[in-house]
């Protein structure tokens, strides 16, 4: 059985940086499509950035540019390094896996993990 454990969320102020880690354990990681999500107060959740088990990564269009998912299958971690954040990136990030493309992509899954709170305020 998966699971996984977001961590490195906190208070930054705007224009600042954050690195998310999710670690996981119970798969075999390195066959495993991996995403980050984020949900904000009153709002659904969303697909922030995904990699697949080929190495290929892709950004909602909100944050190309800012920022940067990355695998390591030696760790079974993957992370999201978070530059210039802006307020409205405020929200609770959860990582998430599946060996289906499209459930990563979808967010359909039967279970999350706790996330960590990144809240960008001044």
């Known amino acids: 059985q998966v699971q996984l454990v977001e961590s490195g969320g906190g208070l930054v102020q705007p224009g600042g940086s954050l690195r998310l880690s999710c670690a996981a354990s119970?798969?075999?990681?390195?066959?495993?499509?991996m995403g980050w999500y984020r949900q904000a107060p009153g709002k659904q959740r969303e697909l922030v950035a995904w990699?697949?088990?080929?190495?290929?990564?892709k950004y909602t269009e909100s944050v190309k540019g800012r920022f940067t998912i990355s695998k390591d299958n030696t760790k079974d971690t993957v992370y999201l390094q978070m530059n210039s954040l802006k307020p409205e990136d405020t929200a609770v990030y959860y990582c998430?896996?599946?060996?289906?493309?499209?459930?990563?992509?979808?967010?359909?899954?039967?279970?999350w993990g706790q996330g960590t709170q990144v809240t960008v305020s001044s």
């Open positions: 998430n896996a599946d060996r289906i493309y499209d459930k990563v992509v979808r967010g359909i899954f039967d279970s």
């Open positions: 119970g798969i075999r990681f390195e066959t495993y499509h």
């Open positions: 990699v697949t088990t080929g190495g290929e990564v």
